[in-house]
């Protein structure tokens, strides 16, 4: 047999589990770019970015979480990034009149990270299972939401306004350069042994409460930032549009690879899976297809990544991937 | 091995393992090797468990004297962790291995703070001490970046002994380490466990199913039955019909 792995060989060994997220992710951009290609051409490129960066942020945001295992889940990212939204333009923007990033960013984060706080609370000390106390702080920030602001109005500050135009990248590579920051501190490791096996991470004397509290943490940061880039996208503040971006991460990062039992996958998956969202919605509103069929889609698309991306099917195409070179 | 100047390294007071059973009291000194005896289930697991803060006793104190000097209580895990305590566990499978992470990053969870600065992870250093206990334990693997499911059982195992060791904790537990290896390998080790005892001053209980391990090892033998110590076997009385006795409930002086 051949020592050199065959191409899916090497691709699967570059993405892991987000290989499948990887390949779809190929194919759709090549529909996309052959159906529309003033919205894919490097012009183009900061606006469709901008289009797609609320739902790429929210999948980043949830990855923290879930990468710690033990159920971990923050359902109350999407209404979360409706809360910052409203904070932001109506709030800081609009009645205080602060339009400084250097305000409004540490203001954002600081509030993300007290979200994270109290779901981190919750979900490990109180120990309440998280997928009902992140139940329990998406009514509340949905409800927080809309009391604060029944319908939308307002403006954003430009900086925040370029965020779905040229500099629509810069929320995504800020999450990251947080991201690639972790990987040189212990927490990162902590995490992954947190879901690769609860017990053993306990064993292994890793203060399992508290790197939880801090996955949370992350993800409240994650989701702000997300906020923020909502705001941009929308331009004004509207207090609706949150809560159905949770759903759409958790599709997303289970499409990535990202798996939902913890230790497994990251957030170029995360990223992978929500830009094939994204780019289906594209394709599929490009030929005028009714939002029913939309959902019927993104659900059996789904269901189909998640077989694709279990360990058993996996192993096999891994076989298959050495074997057709030999 | 202890001379009468070691100082003390635990101190159990008055601990029950149970609410009938009767207390367990002992110290343990610096350099000590001490064995726990017992047939399966008769309270020297958990015993072992409570030394290191994952079992609570029904009642009882251990009190931990820390390299400083300092004396501080145990009473749960991450505590006697951080306070240079170590526990290797009998079942790799659910208490050990991290199995979606590498040989190196199973070898150095427990000792991801050290070595770098700033609080930042420093990977070369890591890599280097994995070398070392590498060699120390004649460790195979193909790569540390391997996954350690990959590996054999006894050199999972090795990777878990490595991590602790590479802690280099002032107290080392050791939950039946060398189950189910091969006799090479478990002199080997053997020789391993003298090592760090001769070398850092560690001080060592070791829980074992093989009498002829502790005979080896060990300069005095807990031995358990009925969740309590039942007899204690010092150095002068240390033969295996002293601990069979022991273990079958006799005190046979003979």
Redesign the interface.
Known sequence: MSTKPSFIGRFSGTFGTATFAALFFIVLLTINILLNPARFSPSALGVTIGLAAPLILAALASTPVVLTGGGGIDLSVGPFMGLVNVIVVQYLFMNAGISSPLLIIPAVILIGLLSGLINGFLASVVRIQPIVATLGTYLVYTGITLWLMPAPAGDVPDWIGAFARGASIVPILAVYAIWLGLR???LY??L??L???E?????????VTTVRILAYMLTGVFAAIAGVSLSALLGSADPTVGPEFTLNAVAAIALGGVSLAG??GGLIGATLGALDIFLLQSILTYFNVSTFILQIAFGVILVIAVILNATPVQNALRRVGRSSHG | MPTPESPTVLRVHDLRLTPAAPLINTTITEGEIVGLAGLDGQGQERFLEVLCG?DAPVSGRIEFITAGGSTIEIKN??GA??AGV??L?RNRK????????SVL?NF???T??RGGRL???NKGAQRRRLDHYRDMLQMVFSAPSARITSLSGGNQQKVLLA?WLA?EPRLLLLNDPTRGVDLPTRLKLYDVFRQVVSAHKTTLVILSTEIEELLQLCGRVLVFRDQTVFTTVTADQLRHAAIIAGIFGRHDEH
């Open positions: 040189r501190l212990p490791d902590h992954m042994a879901g690769g096996d017990r053993a991470a306990y064993t292994s004397g890793i203060p230790g497994k | 994952l895990f991450h962790v951080k170590a526990y566990p659910t208490q050990g291995i991290l199995p979606s992470l990053d150095s969870v427990a991801l703070d609080g930042l992870i991590r802690a």
